[in-house]
Nanobody
Framework: QVQLVESGGGSVQAGGSLRLSCAASGYTYSTKCMGWFRQAPGKEREGVAAIYTGSGSTYYADSVKGRFTISQDNAKNTVYLQMNSLKPEDTAMYYC?????????????????WGQGTQVTVSS
């Protein structure tokens, strides 16, 4: 089992920045991939960014490329999502997820473990 706890959400004006953190505990040695997903009211959950924990390879949704950056601190078992140039359409609940496999880094159904989510609200 892997436990994930997100933090760092909040309210910000358009153009602003936020950094989300996801602290992992438990059987983290088995984790191969960690991702950030978001879900707005009435919409499906979508993959935002992901990182392969071994190689550091990163993946991004087209909607956030150039604005969001995923990174990791292996010593702290923590993954971050730096979000810059935020837009109102980025408003959503953001979830951290982990899985012990590669492939489909932005596919939510491929993930085994999920955090409780942290709300991000961007006002215009």
């Amino acid at each position: 089992q892997v436990q994930l706890v997100e933090s760092g959400g909040g309210s910000v004006q358009a153009g602003g920045s936020l950094r989300l953190s996801c602290a992992a505990s438990g059987y983290t040695y088995s984790t191969k991939c960690m991702g950030w997903f978001r879900q707005a009211p009435g919409k499906e959950r979508e993959g935002v960014a992901a990182i392969y924990t071994g190689s550091g390879s990163t993946y991004y949704a087209d909607s956030v490329k150039g604005r969001f950056t995923i990174s990791q601190d292996n010593a702290k078992n923590t993954v971050y999502l730096q979000m810059n140039s935020l837009k109102p359409e980025d408003t959503a609940m953001y979830y951290c997820a982990a899985k012990p496999t590669y492939g489909g880094p932005l596919v939510s159904t491929s993930y085994n473990y999920w955090g409780q989510g942290t709300q991000v609200t961007v006002s215009s």
